[in-house]
C-alpha cells in the first residue's frame, strides 16, 4: 500500500508523523521512485535554532524526512493540535491550564504526547532500522564524520550485530568546504548507497541538503553524536529510560554543562504558547 507523507506543522517546520516502521516502507517507495531521501532528526534545539535561522528553516522545508527526535517536540505538536475556545478571556485560561498539565505529562505522563506524532525517532535509533535495511536489500553504508577512528569503530559495531551487512566506507572529514572535493571524490570511489553523516546539528543537514545528490546515495541522514554511542566512546539512557521519553533528562545529569542548552526547550514553550492563543 502506498504512503503519502503524513506532516505536521510546527510553526512552519513540518514534521513527520510516521513511525518507524512506516518510515522505512516510506523510504523504500522513494528509492524504487528513484528519488534520494535526504532525512533529518529534529530534537528541540534544532527546531528552536530553524525557528531563528532561516538557512535552517529552509532546509527543514525541503528534506524528505524530518523526524520528532526529543519528547519536546512530541510536546509542541500535542499541544497544536488541542482545541481551544474562541472567547479571548476563556482562551487564555484553559490555555494555560491546558500548558500546565501538558507539560506535567512530560515526566508524569509521556504516553498523552504520542498523537499526533505517534513516537520518537532518534539517528541514534534510526540508524539501526536503516542499516537492517541495508543489509536487505543488498544496500551498502557509508560513515562520514566524527573523531579519528571512530567511525570504523562505529561501522564495526554495525556489522557486527547486522549479519550481511556491507560497509563502503569510513572517512572523517568534515563540513568544511576544503573538504568537500575529497570526500565526494571517495564517494564516488566507494559508491554508497546509504550515508550516514555526524557533523553535528545542524551543520551535517546542510551539507546534506547541498551534497547528497553529487555522491549518489540513495539515501542521506544527520545523525548527530550516534557514533561515539556505537563506538562505546559515550553511553546511551538505559531503554526504558528512552522509552518514557526521558533520555534529555539522563544526559543533563551525566552531563550538567547541558543545561544551556536545555534552555531551549522553555523558549520554545513560550514561543508555541504564544502562537496557539492568536491561531
Known amino acids: 500500500m502506498k504512503l503519502n507523507r503524513k506532516k505536521i506543522n510546527i510553526l512552519g517546520v513540518p514534521i513527520d508523523s510516521f513511525d518507524r516502521g512506516e518510515s522505512i516502507r516510506f523510504i523504500d517507495q522513494k528509492i524504487s521512485a528513484k528519488k534520494p531521501v535526504f532525512i533529518t532528526t529534529v530534537n528541540v534545539e ?52 491546558k500548558l500546565f498539565g501538558s507539560l506535567m505529562s512530560i515526566v ?12 520518537r525517532i532518534s539517528g541514534s535509533d534510526f ?4 542499516s537492517r535495511y541495508a543489509a536487505k536489500n543488498d544496500l551498502r553504508i557509508f560513515l562520514l564524520g566524527g573523531d579519528p577512528t571512530v567511525p570504523e569503530q ?15 566506507g ?27 553523516v ?29 557514533f561515539d554511542f556505537l563506538a562505546g566512546r559515550r553511553k546511551r539512557a538505559p531503554k526504558f529510560v528512552r522509552t518514557i521519553g526521558l533520555e534529555w533528562l539522563w544526559r543533563l545529569i551525566l552531563e550538567p554543562r547541558r543545561y544551556r542548552r536545555q534552555t531551549a526547550l522553555s523558549k520554545l514553550v513560550w514561543r508555541v504558547f504564544k502562537y496557539k492563543l492568536v491561531n
Open 46 to 97: 534544532f527546531l528552536f535554532r530553524a525557528l531563528n535561522d532561516d538557512s535552517v528553516f529552509q532546509m527543514l522545508k525541503n528534506s524528505s524526512l524530518n523526524f520528532a527526535d526529543g519528547i519536546g517536540v512530541l510536546w509542541a505538536a500535542k499541544f497544536l493540535s488541542i482545541n481551544l475556545p474562541k472567547d479571548k478571556f476563556w482562551r487564555h485560561i484553559i490555555g494555560s491550564f
Open 154 to 168: 562505529a561501522a564495526l559495531k554495525l556489522q557486527t550485530d547486522i549479519y550481511n551487512l556491507k560497509v563502503a
Open 108 to 119: 508524569l505522563y509521556p504516553k498523552y504526547l504520542k498523537k499526533p506524532i505517534p513516537e
Open 198 to 226: 555526524a557533523y553535528g546539528v545542524p551543520a551535517e543537514e546542510l551539507w546534506l541538503e547541498k551534497n547528497l545528490a553529487k555522491t549518489g546515495a540513495k539515501i542521506g541522514i544527520g545523525v548527530g553524536g550516534t
Open 170 to 196: 569510513t572517512f572523517e572529514g568534515s563540513p568544511k568546504p576544503q573538504d568537500e572535493i575529497k570526500i565526494l571524490e571517495l564517494m564516488k570511489k566507494d559508491k554508497p548507497d546509504i550515508l550516514f
Open 127 to 130: 540508524v539501526w532500522d536503516l
